[in-house]
């Protein structure tokens, strides 16, 4: 009688089977492309940048006044696009029952001047105690670059 042998360690696969980690990963792409969109807060604007930004955290609420002003001109109260006309309305409506009375502008670098201050002033027109107006902070300078130059002071003539 004769004893059967197994051979068990030949059949072994040792190989990674991918496949499954690749429709895992793809799934998981997805999912981000199609959640990413919706969690944008604000109006996409490049704001300006400056050496020493004041830092406003109240802005970053879910509650807080947001006016943005786009390159084109484009005027958007809490992410809906407005007539400039219809923002003092719609501010003074959006204050009656705030304690903080207080709304942010985020403006685009590229935004016409006169654009920002209408829209300031129809804000202070709707009874606002605070106007924030949203910066970024500068990159800093890389090491051995030169200093921006600075403007000689005009001189009274005597």
Same mark, same amino acid.
């Given at each position: 009688?004769?004893?059967?042998?197994?051979?068990?360690?030949?059949?072994?696969?040792?190989?990674?089977?991918?496949?499954?980690?690749?429709?895992?990963?793809?799934?998981?792409?997805?999912?981000?492309?199609?959640?990413? /969109?919706?969690?944008?807060?604000?109006?996409?604007?490049?704001?300006? &940048?400056?050496?020493?930004?004041?830092?406003?955290?109240?802005?970053?609420?879910?509650?807080?006044?947001?006016?943005?002003?786009?390159?084109?001109?484009?005027?958007?109260?809490?992410?809906?696009?407005?007539?400039?006309?219809?923002?003092?309305?719609?501010?003074?409506?959006?204050?009656?029952?705030?304690?903080? &009375?207080?709304?942010?502008?985020?403006?685009?670098?590229?935004?016409?001047?006169?654009?920002?201050?209408?829209?300031?002033?129809?804000?202070?027109?709707?009874?606002?105690?605070?106007?924030?107006?949203?910066?970024?902070?500068?990159?800093?300078? /890389?090491?051995?670059?030169?200093?921006? /130059?600075?403007?000689?002071? /005009?001189?009274?003539?005597?």
């Amino acid at each position: 009688m004769a004893l059967a042998q197994r051979n068990e360690g030949g059949k072994v696969n040792s190989e990674i089977n991918v496949t499954p980690m690749v429709d895992v990963m793809l799934v998981l792409l997805i999912i981000f492309m199609v959640i990413t /969109p919706m969690l944008q807060h604000d109006v996409s604007v490049d704001l300006a &940048k400056v050496n020493n930004p004041q830092l406003m955290p109240d802005a970053e609420k879910e509650d807080a006044l947001v006016v943005a002003i786009t390159r084109d001109g484009g005027i958007f109260f809490s992410r809906n696009k407005i007539n400039p006309a219809e923002l003092t309305d719609q501010v003074r409506d959006r204050l009656t029952n705030r304690v903080d &009375k207080r709304v942010y502008i985020r403006a685009d670098a590229r935004a016409k001047y006169s654009s920002v201050v209408e829209v300031v002033d129809n804000v202070r027109a709707a009874g606002v105690d605070q106007l924030g107006l949203l910066t970024d902070q500068k990159p800093p300078a /890389p090491p051995g670059a030169p200093a921006a /130059p600075v403007a000689p002071l /005009p001189t009274s003539g005597q």
